[in-house]
């Protein structure tokens, strides 16, 4: 086991690596799951009134706020294609058929401050740069299979791309996820990773028909450049977390805990789907306490054929953890 480190010391290499190179992992185990995550997720207040607003589809526009709106219905409540220097924030999203949010070849995307509940998948960006998902809420994804996803990167590239300290809940039986964030064939930059950060996530798949069913997957199909770190998973599906190829990727530092549901398997997994070679890959100091649906604990596997991946052995396994990881209430907008 490696030595402990104080949380000042954490802290610390916590604010160093929060630059754009989040390749750059803190090292060390702490003494407790808490002083794991010295970035936690603060997300502001949303807006608690909304003007009603019919579903948005913009076309090649740029420069433009999409601020304050309540949009129920449609196929999406907001549809962006090849726009250029969009904020969405402080907006109600829900009920539509198919997505709260999609971005299609966007770039300098900020969607920040939503509330976003009963759509397939919440935020879906196929292709584009520059996307940032943070400090949102997500409630009830409906799937299924391909969607059902909170947030989904689809062949994003380049750098400035984020998906960090969102709120997210499926509630057994209403919600009906595949994958909670899903980064599927998508490229950061040496020194400016993908990054998935400091988000809270409860709730994931029991209904065995998936196509995917874990909380955070990294390297879907491949991909590059990616980072997972400070996330806090309770009972997030078939698996808590997975890296499933690629390269140039860490998973490192995410406190992940399941109770046996109907579809709970294996807390942390390292596979490789992707038809090429998979290099570098990280997963370390992460806490993990995952019971299966017989009832038996497994924390980690990793898939026959590929070996163990760099840091492996650091992982806390059968981690004196439980659901209290996350407050009992995430979800503060309705």
Request: glycine share 12%.
């Amino acid at each position: 086991m490696a030595a402990t480190i104080s949380v000042a010391a954490l802290l610390s290499a916590a604010l160093t690596s929060c630059q754009k190179d989040q390749q750059a992992a803190p090292v060390g185990k702490t003494t407790t799951a808490s002083n794991s995550m010295a970035v936690v997720n603060t997300a502001s207040s949303l807006a608690t009134t909304y003007a009603a607003a019919a579903p948005i589809a913009y076309y090649s526009k740029s420069n433009i706020t999409i601020s304050g709106l309540s949009i129920s219905g449609g196929t999406n409540c907001i549809a962006l294609y090849n726009c250029n220097n969009v904020h969405i924030t402080n907006c109600r999203l829900a009920d539509a058929l198919v997505y709260g949010i999609m971005l299609n070849n966007c770039t300098n995307i900020t969607v920040d401050n939503c509330f976003i509940t009963n759509v397939k998948s919440g935020v879906h960006v196929y292709q584009g740069s520059t996307i940032k998902v943070n400090s949102n809420q997500f409630l009830n994804m409906l799937g299924p299979f391909p969607d059902g996803c909170f947030v989904q990167f689809a062949g994003v590239s380049g750098g400035g791309n984020q998906i960090n300290s969102n709120k997210c809940e499926d509630i057994p039986g209403v919600g009906h996820p595949q994958d909670g964030l899903s980064l599927y064939q998508s490229n950061g930059l040496p020194g400016d990773s993908i990054q998935v950060m400091g988000n809270w996530i409860r709730g994931g798949q029991i209904q065995h028909d998936s196509g995917g069913a874990a909380g955070i997957v990294l390297g879907d199909v491949g991909g590059s450049y990616q980072v997972a770190r400070w996330n806090k998973l309770v009972n997030p599906g078939y698996v808590g977390a997975q890296v499933q190829g690629g390269s140039h990727i860490k998973m490192d530092h995410n406190i992940i805990y399941s109770a046996s549901t109907p579809y709970s398997n294996s807390g942390i997994c390292y596979a490789n789907y992707s038809g090429v070679l998979s290099t570098d890959v990280n997963m370390s100091y992460n806490w993990v306490k995952y019971y299966q649906t017989s009832g038996a604990e497994w924390d980690a596997w990793v898939d026959k054929g590929v070996s163990a991946p760099v840091g492996w052995s650091t992982n806390y396994l059968k981690a004196g953890i439980s659901s209290s990881i996350l407050p009992a209430t995430i979800i503060t907008m309705q």
